[in-house]
């Protein structure tokens, strides 16, 4: 095998895929990426078994073929080379890469060695913009859980209907959901739970692509295709929670509050919180909010700002973390929260967002010490 192409080319290639090698693997060939040569193009494929990132890229090919080549080492050279043509020849594992003056020998694996893409059985096809999925994985993924005994909650459940399209994540103390309208090309309603480190691959990929995603949604795995790269991924085994039923219908006491005006009061009053719980207290009259918070042997802090708010005297308390998670997640200016009681789940949603968009966070309360 032997191919030319642009050191700046090489490197987006094999920046695109590595971030998907594993650290640790008991299959040594997972360590490397796969480079193929073909016609006018090179593709570089990495995987961890449950994730393969491809990407393709334009070079002069002399001679066909493929190869594994240490995924790191690569990467390191490419990255270190100067900004020319880069030669790379494959003499059965042995790969010589060269540049100006540097030479570089390493020795790979046959490219048989490598784990195949997965085969999708009869997959439903549709396209989404790539804004639309960015805005989707960027604001639910970080409710995922981290438990990883809670099998389903460890992945974005991703709900596909004809007229919109749907993320959710939740690990039991906070929801996120948002919901994007529009026309999608399914006469059925789909659903899969999609793994958080697939779609962080995706919104590294997408970066400042504004075409559509083509996606493949199969049994078993789903294939993502944008411009020159794809990801296919495992999908998680459900079933994920009636999330639904959790979303409080008859919260009626509503504030509605400055957004960056809250997160810097609750970022300073959280610097006292419990180590453990990290909670700060949130107590509503009429037209003010005063947050408060203690550690015990430690101090504690308060402050107020004014917000919109005409019902009854409520006190709640919430984990700082999980609200400021929630409203660095919200645009617009000021926000939305809908409680009911000291016991209740308070609903963060937004007061100005896009036309085709619904979203909310959901933050579960932390009992206050009496």
């Not at 992945?155 to 939740?170: K, L």
């Not at 999608?184 to 899969?192: H, I």
């Not at 209740?344 to 579960?364: K, P, Q």
Request: aromatic share 6%; with cysteine.
């Amino acid at each position: 095998m032997k191919f030319t192409l642009a050191q700046k080319d090489l490197v987006q290639a094999i920046d695109t895929v590595v971030a998907v090698v594993p650290p640790k693997s008991t299959l040594p060939v997972l360590a490397n990426v796969l480079v193929r040569a073909a016609e006018n193009t090179v593709s570089f494929r990495a995987s961890d078994l449950d994730i393969s990132v491809v990407n393709q890229v334009n070079a002069d090919v002399a001679e066909e073929g493929e190869v594994t080549i240490p995924a790191r080492r690569f990467h390191e050279i490419a990255r270190e080379l100067p900004g020319q043509n880069v030669n790379v020849a494959v003499s059965a594992e042995q790969i010589e890469i060269s540049c100006g003056a540097s030479t570089f020998k390493l020795m790979g694996m046959k490219g048989e060695d490598f784990p195949s893409l997965p085969s999708l059985e009869e997959p439903l096809e549709f396209s989404i913009p790539a804004a639309s999925l960015q805005r989707l994985i960027r604001k639910t993924s970080y409710a995922v859980s981290s438990d990883e005994t809670r099998g389903a909650l460890n992945g974005v459940f991703w709900e596909i209907e004809p007229q919109q399209m749907s993320m959710v994540a939740t690990d039991g103390h906070r929801l996120a959901r948002l919901v994007v309208k529009g026309k999608f090309e399914t006469s059925d309603a789909l659903n899969a739970i999609i793994p958080p480190k697939a779609l962080g691959q995706i919104v590294r990929i997408l970066g400042g692509f504004d075409g559509d995603v083509s996606v493949s949604l199969g049994k078993n795995y789903v294939a993502f295709r944008m411009a020159s790269a794809e990801v296919h991924a495992r999908i998680l085994e459900g079933p994920f929670p009636k999330y639904q039923q959790v979303i409080p219908k008859d919260n009626d006491k509503r504030v509605i509050v400055q957004r960056t005006g809250l997160v810097a009061a609750m970022r300073r009053v959280a610097i006292l919180s419990d180590a453990l719980t990290r909670q700060v207290r949130l107590h509503l009259e009429s037209g003010h909010m005063a947050l408060g918070a203690r550690a015990a042997d430690v101090g504690e802090a308060t402050e107020g700002i004014e917000v919109d708010y005409t019902g009854d005297e409520l006190k709640i308390g919430f984990n700082a973390s999980y609200l400021l998670d929630a409203l660095r997640h919200m645009d617009g200016e000021s926000v939305a929260m809908s409680l009911k009681g000291p016991v209740g789940a308070g609903v963060i949603e937004e007061t100005s967002g896009l036309e085709n968009e619904e979203y909310l966070c959901l933050v579960m309360p932390l009992r206050l010490a009496e």
